[in-house]
């Protein structure tokens, strides 16, 4: 069977419910409505030179009908790709712009990856042309682009410094598109309006955990419906002002650009990630959209300042966390709050969680978060604050939510309810399957893949394992191919108790392994500014972070740290031995995905030497 007809039977097999009349039917009339409707003078802001330059509507949709008509120039047509490796910019998005106008499939890459797997990617997606940032990315990817067999043309954002064939500025590309359009007025209005919903739009290479990565085909219809109904119980208007921090080649991030562009916003690009808390200070945004990991780190910083100050102020962060808490668990559960407990949490609101505010610029509405899941501790201590957190749920695959919490539903330890026009089952083995207009056309060039990853009757099958409660909200408990069975048969789901031993403030990251084993065990990153702290404390000296790790006493804290956290685990799911890495688990090292998921496989053989060593000690103790 081929890809088009296995397209065709999964859509006679999923009802689709289509865009009302009075919405956008494809991305470039997202683009066009937006631009007609709100006209701002500062739709897209980027800083340069010390200073945030706008970019008006009028520009902004000027410049993207000049790319869309310098493509055609070049000789792309609609179905045709095009690749994007660069990070957050206007420019990303004005290329975006550009090709969902002509009907271009774009082919976001993450500026992360290593060349070899950008090469995959061009080759598999057969993009013809590729966008980069500049000469140190052009550079990056070396020999490797010889490979790519192609790519034709490669565009720069910023030329400085490169002189080699096929290699043209992106000024250049506009003006190919301008001239075209003295020449052809009605060219870019023809183009245009052969986009159709149900075209391909962008192809969106899933990160790879477990295998090769595989181009998934999600159509303008797919996105649209996604961005409209994700938006659809949030008051959402111009006056709200986004920074936009994941990078746009993860859907997460680019179906929020959409859903900012649609509803008017003034959009701001961080510079940065380790510009993110200037970025924060001086555009002040209403909503921040981010993955858990960020949050974790803003409350780890800011619980190691406090106790780098001074004993006294740490102190103070502990109480002021331990009340916010419990007020947000009372509120949480529509519960009065106690006259004393009001009183206290406000103190801890000007001594502490005023401060967190003024991290995120002092005028947050809401958080969303998704690609990872949420601990509770995290929830607490942030809605404590002030601070409103929107978990949701979501694949690549799904364009990306399928559901969430929003301000007039949401429930703690949940991903919220589905959305409006998306249904959600749990099967017979617990995996959560979907069907929707969101929900995927199929993977690129690969039939047998598309075909796997639907059931008999057209539901997507996500690999998740969860649960719907009484009320309709979504629970995940865990990845599918995550599960793992002890020696002894027991299934056991490492991430939520993952998610319990990540509540220590001395552990960065854990990972659990123990596939075929007796037992689980977790490999942990230490969080070391505040384990030095414990070690001058109590005078354990050590020369460096690995001397650190092999510790006796520190050892024996992260021992007990771990057995305080899991106390409420069934006797098969205990951790019952650590092993400390003195290393961050990272993308560019390869253990984490571009979108921060851990790696199990790489983690396996990475750390096979650590991992063995912790069962062999306990064979030998048990003897």
């Not at 419910?17 to 980027?46: C, M, V, W």
């Not at 539901?459 to 409660?469: C, N, Q, S």
């Not at 804290?557 to 098969?572: A, H, I, R």
Request: aromatic letters at 8%; hydrophobic letters at 40%.
């Amino acid at each position: 069977m081929t890809q088009s007809q296995i397209n065709s039977e999964i859509r006679r097999k999923v009802q689709r419910i289509p865009l009302l009349a009075d919405e956008p039917q494809t991305l470039g009339e997202l683009f066009r409505r937006s631009a007609a409707k709100h006209s701002l003078k500062d739709a897209l802001n980027y800083k340069s030179g010390g200073e945030w330059i706008p970019i008006s509507s009028a520009e902004m949709i000027r410049r993207a009908e000049n790319i869309a008509l310098g493509l055609y120039d070049l000789g792309l047509r609609k179905g045709d790709r095009a690749a994007i490796l660069a990070p957050n910019s206007p420019n990303w998005t004005l290329t975006d712009a550009g090709c969902q106008l002509s009907g271009i499939i774009d082919v976001p890459i993450y500026t992360t990856l290593a060349p070899q797997s950008v090469c995959y990617i061009l080759n598999d997606s057969g993009a013809r042309v590729l966008f980069l940032q500049d000469k140190e990315s052009f550079e990056r990817l070396g020999d490797v682009l010889g490979e790519c067999r192609s790519v034709e043309k490669i565009v720069l954002f910023d030329t400085a410094g490169v002189e080699a064939k096929n290699v043209i500025p992106l000024a250049a590309l506009e003006s190919l598109g301008e001239r075209l359009k003295n020449e052809k007025p009605g060219l870019i209005e023809e183009l245009s309006e052969a986009v159709q919903p149900g075209n391909v739009a962008t192809l969106i290479y899933t990160s790879g955990t477990t295998g090769e990565p595989k181009g998934v085909m999600l159509s303008h219809e797919n996105i649209l419906s996604n961005v409209i109904d994700a938006g659809e119980k949030y008051d959402f208007s111009e006056r709200d002002t986004p920074l936009s921090v994941l990078p746009l080649s993860h859907v997460f991030e680019r179906s929020a650009m959409y859903l900012y562009i649609f509803n008017g916003m003034s959009v701001h690009y961080a510079e940065s990630i380790e510009k993110v808390p200037e970025n924060l200070r001086e555009v002040r945004p209403t909503i921040f959209i981010g993955v858990p990991r960020i949050f974790e780190k803003v409350y780890a910083r800011a619980k190691e300042k406090a106790a780098a100050e001074s004993h006294m102020k740490e102190r103070i962060f502990d109480w002021a966390i331990s009340v916010g808490k419990e007020y947000a668990r009372k509120i949480e559960f529509g519960e009065t709050v106690p006259y004393l407990l009001a009183v206290k949490h406000s103190i801890a609101d000007r001594l502490v969680f005023s401060k967190f505010r003024e991290f995120f610029g002092g005028r947050l509405r809401f958080c969303v978060t998704g690609g990872a899941a949420l601990s509770d501790e995290i929830y607490y201590i942030f809605n404590g604050a002030g601070i409103r957190i929107m978990q949701g749920y979501g694949l690549t695959e799904t364009s990306p939510v399928v559901s969430s919490n929003n301000p007039l539903s949401v429930r703690v330890g949940t991903v919220g309810k589905p959305l409006r026009s998306v249904e959600v089952r749990i099967a017979a083995d617990g995996e959560i399957e979907v069907s929707g207009p969101n929900v995927m056309l199929g993977y690129y060039n690969k039939p047998e893949a598309t075909r796997n990853a639907f059931t008999e009757d057209g539901w997507l099958k996500t690999g998740d394992i969860g649960e719907l409660d009484g009320d309709g909200f979504l629970r995940i408990t865990d990845r599918k191919k995550e599960l793992f069975k002890t020696s002894g048969g027991k299934y056991i789901a490492p991430a939520p108790i993952e998610q319990m031993i990540k509540a220590s403030r001395y552990v960065n990251q854990v990972v659990l392994v123990g596939n075929e084993r007796k037992f689980p065990a977790a490999l942990i990153v230490p969080n070391f500014e505040p384990l030095k702290n414990y070690a001058r404390a109590r005078g354990i000296k050590a020369d460096s972070d690995a001397e650190l790790c092999r510790h006796p006493e520190i050892i024996k804290l992260f021992e007990k740290e771990v057995e305080k956290l899991t106390s409420g685990l069934s006797k098969y799911e205990k951790v019952k031995k650590i092993a400390l890495l003195e290393n961050e688990l990272s993308v560019e090292t390869g253990e984490l995905t571009p979108t921060l998921k851990v790696k199990r496989r790489v983690i396996d053989e990475k750390y096979r030497e650590q991992i063995e060593k912790i069962y062999v000690d306990a064979e030998k103790k048990s003897l």
